[in-house]
Structures are given as C-alpha cells and as structure tokens.
C-alpha cells in the first residue's frame, strides 16, 4: 500500500482510499479523503494520524521506516513538524539539479 501526506491537513493516507490518483492525474494537490471536497469525508480504514516522523521516498510517498521502501527508492528525508514530504521532495530534487547545493543529509 502507498501512503502519503495530505497538502491540507498534513496528515497520512491511502493513495487506494482516496482520490490521490485521479488528482495527481489532474495535476491537483494530494489531500486525504477528510480534506477532498468530493468526498469530505475520513474513510475509516485506519485512524486519522499526522505525517510527522514518516520517511519520505523521491516520489513523495511515506514509509514508516526507511528500510520499509524497496531497495529501488530513494529517502529523501523525514516529515518534521516544520518540512513536509513536498518539501523533502523539492529540496531533493533542487540538490539534484544542482550538485554544489545544500547537502542532502543537512535537511534531516
Ligand atoms: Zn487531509
């Protein structure tokens, strides 16, 4: 299962138990089922929890341990109460781009 975290609580989710695909599609922000104004609404498959101390993949999705993410991920980071998964993921895609920047490893 591929969980991530909600741009509008914070929180994590199912990518299977909401409308992440559908949005990610359109290009619109991930929210959890709670924060999705078409369904408004907590699924209820597992409790509502923040993202805070999830591990962030390249792809933006959390694990609640690193070595939980296949061999073929990259971590990019750990969701603080200040950086978000998204911010993990564009800060690791920035020092990619950019091999003089800010080390990876000093956003943990
Ligand atoms: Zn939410």
């Given at each position: 299962m591929s969980l991530f975290q909600c741009t509008d609580c914070g929180g994590v989710d199912n990518t299977?138990?909401?409308h992440y695909w559908q949005r990610q599609h359109e290009r619109l922000p991930a929210l959890c089922s709670a924060c999705d104004p078409a369904i408004?609404?907590?699924?209820?498959?597992f409790p509502q929890k923040s993202a805070v101390g999830y591990w962030v993949d390249a792809g933006g999705h959390l694990w609640q341990r690193p070595e939980q993410a296949p061999v073929t991920y990259t971590i990019v980071g750990q969701v603080t109460a200040t950086d978000t998964a998204s911010v993990l993921v564009a800060r690791w895609k920035a020092h990619r781009g950019h091999p003089q920047g800010e080390d990876v490893d000093d956003a943990l």
């Open positions: 299977a138990l909401c408004r609404a907590w699924h209820g498959h």
